[in-house]
């Protein structure tokens, strides 16, 4: 609101005529501490009530089935990148506005599909020719099941997807089962309990970076470089701060990204 809203809002509420100015209401929010800032624009049904909730339940059930050891916890997703990937911050002058220019066409992007455990980022690859549908996702879990049976040799891990729509194939169920594996879904609107978006956002930061000096190379090759970038301490501290999101999710209390 601004300040002429919030003093209209504040006098509409008595009717003795009551009036306040500006500035009172201005030196009340600098006594509060409370200031203009860029706003962060979340989804309205991250902290609705039933979202809530089932973080809670999701919450509950990680905590109780994996008791502080997530050797066997397995988070799968896919992210899109695209050539004309931009940073999002840039320097002007102050009083200027700082541009970054875009084509008008962006081009086809590729999907990088991959799996995570708290010791790095273990199998993934990407799809550049076609965009990633519930057939493509069930190969590449699949793979996945056999890359830990044969690769790692993991015994009964856990797989954990989000709910997107090309997740919910009653394949997976057969897949994982033919390997000995169980699989678990996020709760919904649930990004904050996923180590693997922060994994996604430290190999475009990279990707950016790289794109920014027309670092040639084809765009899958230089996804897979930056994703073998992802070190186990990194992917030890996205578990620490899921974890910590846990917690608050098991205490019913919402969402507030930082």
Known sequence: MTIIE?????????????????????????????????????????????????????????????????????????????????RSHARSKKGTRAIITVPTVRGRSVSLLASMTVNGIRYCKVISKTTVNAVIFSEFIREVCIHLRD??????ACLILDNARIHRREDILRITSEFNCEFHYLSPYSYMLNPIENSFSKIKNGMRSRLR??????????????????????????????????????????????
């Open 6 to 86: 919030i003093k209209r809002s504040l006098e509409s509420k008595r009717s003795d005529g009551f009036t306040i100015s500006m500035s009172t209401i201005n030196a009340c929010l600098k006594e509060l501490k409370i200031t203009v800032k860029l706003a962060h624009r979340e989804l309205d049904r991250v902290n609705s009530t039933d979202k809530i909730i089932l973080r809670k339940d999701y919450s509950l059930w990680f905590n109780n089935y994996f008791n502080s050891d997530y050797s066997r916890a397995v988070f799968i997703d896919e992210s899109s990148f695209n050539l004309h990937l931009k």
């Open 151 to 156: 690769e790692l040799r993991m015994e009964n």
């Open 213 to 258: 000096t027309g670092e040639s190379g084809s765009l899958p090759d230089l996804i897979l470089e930056e994703a073998r970038k992802v070190t186990a301490e990194d992917c030890s501290a996205y578990f620490r701060h899921i974890c910590r999101n846990i917690t608050n999710c098991a205490a019913e209390l919402p969402y507030l990204h930082k």
